[in-house]
């Protein structure tokens, strides 16, 4: 079965997708123009938002990345999470914008927000291109940026899994219930 056959609705199309990425680069891009934010994202879901947004950015911007694993089931965070891949770079003094795929309780975003705040950057913000504010559990993150707001439902492609699946589907969707249960 070809990879978009197990999906049963397109929640946000390739070109939608590209289009809002474009008009948050700019907002961004005008928002930083003064300073060289040091870019920062979880790997691996925010692989495809990380390449599309920074390519559309106009000002110069390093980049870095962290890994992580979270504890508990494939599609709920327990807020227990590892860091397995640390920054390479120093971002004492650095004006930090933090990448995510996805915010669903928030809980990664705050432990990943802790780990950064404690080593001084001097601003700290998150862009996420997606929101599921339905599940919110910590409502106090700096969620500048974002892309779209999600319904309460376990969404792939762009960069985001199901069991490792899906990732490099181009748009954002819903799985088929019987690829989900198999
Ligand atoms: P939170 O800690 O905010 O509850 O969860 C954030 C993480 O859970 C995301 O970075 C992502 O890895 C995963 N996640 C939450 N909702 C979804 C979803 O709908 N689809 C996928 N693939 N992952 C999700």
């Known amino acids: ?99 995510e795929d996805i ?8 432990y990943l927000l802790r780990t950064l705040r404690a080593r001084d950057p001097a601003s700290l913000r998150i862009c996420a291109l997606l929101d599921k504010t339905a599940r919110r559990i910590v409502d106090t993150l700096p969620i500048s940026y974002r892309g779209f707001e999600v319904p309460d439902m376990f969404v792939v492609g762009y960069g985001l899994d199901y069991k490792q699946l899906y990732r490099n589907l181009p748009f954002i969707g819903v799985l088929k219930p019987e690829v989900v249960a198999s």
């Open 1 to 99: 079965m070809a990879l978009d056959e197990h999906i049963d609705r397109v929640l946000f199309t390739e070109a939608q997708i590209q289009t809002r990425i474009r008009e948050l680069a700019a907002t961004i891009s005008a928002d930083y123009a003064h300073t060289t934010p040091l870019l920062v994202s979880v790997l691996k879901g925010a692989l495809y938002f990380m390449a599309d947004l920074t390519r559309a950015m106009t000002i110069p911007i390093a980049m870095d990345f962290m890994a992580i694993t979270t504890y508990g089931s494939a599609q709920a965070s327990s807020g227990a999470v590892r860091l397995i891949k640390d920054l390479d770079e120093e971002i004492s003094g650095r004006h930090v914008l933090l990448l």
């Open 103 to 110: 915010i669903d309780t928030g809980l990664t975003a705050a």
